[in-house]
């Protein structure tokens, strides 16, 4: 055979004209096959189809979707519309309120571009584009949710997360970078000054610097704008000064959350608070930080308009966190001047460091770094990222390293712990499942889980212990503290950064902590993954960062740490 194979080389090595005859008519007979392909299996057109007058609907009457008939091509009826369709959202209906006819999977070799074709004139028909507006860092032109991807983004994807939560306008800035609200806070300017193309869909244009490509979204009808999403923050006694502290109020009769939640949002305010038959609205603030709930009982009284919901009393009220963004918080910027002190945010993996580098962002103001280079969390809006840890540009510079002579490279550290069961599980999702993912089952049940364990579990004990012994100036905080407490901890935190800790801002970090980067909980297994060996050995060097702390006069690891 490799004989055979040498002489048919050497024959076209020898003949090359040959060669390229024979190329060409490979080539040939390829394409003729693949446009052969593009008319099998179609149906045949029936009379009827080919003359539109016979049988044709009434006036008026919405004809199906049946493509571009200059292409004198039907769609593949297969009975599977429903299976195979692409999803347009809530927002994307017919004047019945029913959803429209929606994209199969074509036949043929021509599907893919007529389905695009398709595809852009249906998004262009769910959302009008109105304008290029001006943004600015300090006051939102739209104040609802905002996320970003400095790799993926486009035009469809931004329209789509701002209308799945019920949001009237979308805007794209800075080619990634994608905004949602209620209403237009700003001026309209020059086309020209949209300049930027998305990230993910080159061509199609993005806003550009501090400038807002907006979009008004197509909703079915107003009660497509779900105010259920609003969050529940409990009851709260009335603050001394209300107009200072809930600037905006209104008296409703027929009171209920739905009505409150919805004004405060159009109002373009985090907070709504329910006293009665008034709505109040305003920001979190030092004057209602909502730190101090009552009991709910104190606010249990019905609703004037809704049978099952409490609306709290003219001296206690029920407060909800509506969708609109707290922008209080939300600029951020690398450091004025280069910074002469090295501060570390060390952590063992797991253990919620990109979720402490956003609650700093957040409450500082400044981009925090990295002794490694992520893309996917650059790309997500950790600019940082792509600095070298030495630049002196950022607030903070994460590190997972142990050894003395890292430690030794920083001048100051916060230690972040946590509990040893969660934060193994944690980076056993990670890596297997991305920054928010999770771990497949069969990588739990199979060979990796224990091996990961029996790696990883030592090295949560002696990352603490060397930053306890090498570091300059180590401030501890616990993950089970942060979350608890965040107010105090993050507090903490932003003192040994050297930033003047603004109430204000804190507060208004904690109505967003959550940000994109914490997961939503561990999932559930069936079972729990610690074997009695893996506990044993877990306990121990549980045991072992506990007597290390108390050693040096600081608070021992939180009694959940169990077992032990």
Known sequence: MAKLWFKFQRYFRRKPVRFFTFLVLYLTAGSLVFLHSGFVGQPAV???????????????????????????????????????ARRYGPWFKGKDGNERTKLVDYGGAWSRALKGRVIREKEEERAKYIGCYLDDTQSRALRGVSFFDYKKMTIFRCQDNCAERGYLYAGLEFGAECYCGHKIQATNVSEAECDMDCKGERGSVCGGANRLSVYRLQLAQESARRYGSAVFRGCFRRPDNLSLALPVTAAMPNMSVDKCVDL??????????????????????????????????????????????????PSYFIVYQTQVQDNRCMDRRFLPAKSKKLIALASFPGAGNTWARHLIELATGFYTGSYYFDGSLYNKGFKGERDHWRSGRTICIKTHESGQKEIEAFDAAILLIRNPYKALMAEFNRKYGGHIGFAAHAHWKGKEWPEFVRNYAPWWATHTLDWLKFGKKVLVVHFEDLKQDLFVQLGRMVSLLGVAVREDR????????????????????????????????????????????????????????YPR
């Open 46 to 84: 029936s009379q009827n189809q080919a003359n539109p007058a016979v049988g044709a609907p009434a006036e008026g009457a919405e004809l199906p979707f049946l493509g571009d008939f200059n292409l004198g091509r039907g769609f593949r009826d297969t009975g599977e519309a429903s299976s195979i």
């Open 506 to 561: 804190l507060l208004c970090v904690e109505s967003q902590k959550d940000g994109n980067f914490k997961r939503s909980g561990l999932r559930k297994l069936e079972y729990n993954p610690y074997t009695a060996d893996m506990q044993k050995t877990i306990s121990a060097y549980i045991k072992m960062v506990d007597a290390a702390l108390k050693g040096r006069n600081l608070t021992g690891v939180p009694d959940d740490y």
């Open 264 to 313: 405060c949002t159009e109002k373009e305010y985090p907070l709504a608070a329910l006293a009665g038959t008034a709505c109040h609205c305003g920001f979190p603030t030092t004057r209602f930080p909502l730190h101090e709930r009552e009991d709910e009982q104190l606010c249990a009284q019905k609703c004037s308009a809704e049978e099952f919901e409490s609306c709290g009393t």
